[in-house]
């Protein structure tokens, strides 16, 4: 038998240079946000001579909609939007995940919780902390065990509990984004230990993200302002896990007349891409949104040749 030496990098050292990646939630087709995270993620890629990865984020299967990824591809290749590498679904990863919540548990890191959502709203409420509207509820620590153990490795794939990730004390993440400036967040009392797994036995968005942008060396992450308040949770986990954490680079978002972030829940309109002339339109659109100015249009130019300009343009 012939051994097969591994010729794998160390995936927190990105020695290779620039790595993007788009990294949506296949819930319905590329509306006129989503189509600004997804240029503006290929543009920054694109400008820094780097590679740009599709990733489908796939996980939350119930609110994944059939068909919703090929969807996806298909505007993005109609917009010229190509990706670099295999294209990757969270669902096909599940082991990465898994292996993530081990070593976490290893570490003591873990522990089961039983909370329902109204037990820990009424928690926060005899506590006096009001949760305002939009925000997800702190987490009081209401299971987590004193002092922290090991759970045994059958409990952690089978029970029918949530997971969530005990906070070191003073766990207060500081970052600089690249378009935002200086963020900081304390973790402890602005969210608390939070889920990796759900008692759906669904792995969170949180760890899923972290586990991938570092096995994918993802060197710069360019994503829409409605993750922003995720980016510190993110951050905390890489370091525990020991990745390389990424720059981030977070881009306003595009709100509806009622001022709230367009997706699908506020029925966002999916872009046209039924020819060349209606996918520059959305293109312009969205390079609009992303403050691009001077950019060609017209009825002569190609995709390619916009996508050149808009690449020169991009800061
Ligand atoms: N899948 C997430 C979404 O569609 C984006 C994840 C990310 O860019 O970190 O909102
Ligand atoms: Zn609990």
Redesign the pocket.
Known sequence: MILAVSTLKNPSSPADGYRG?????PTGPLHAG?LV?ALGSWLDARKNGGKWLLRM?DLDTPRCVPGADHQIRAQLLACGLAWDEGLTYQSQRQEHYQSALERLNALKLLYPCTCSRQAIANTLASLGIETPRNQEMLYPGTCRPHPLEINSPELLRTSKVAWRLALPQNCHIEFEDLALGHQDQNLNTEVGDFVLRRNDGIFT?QLA?VVDDALQGITH?V??A??LS?TARQIHLQKVLGYHTPQYLHLPLVLDEHGEKLSKQTLATQINTQDEKHSLAELSNAAQHLGLKYLPDGESITIAEWLLAATRAWR
């Open positions: 990646r788009f990294a949506p939630s989503s995270t984020e968005y993200v992450i994503r829409g409605d993750l995720n």
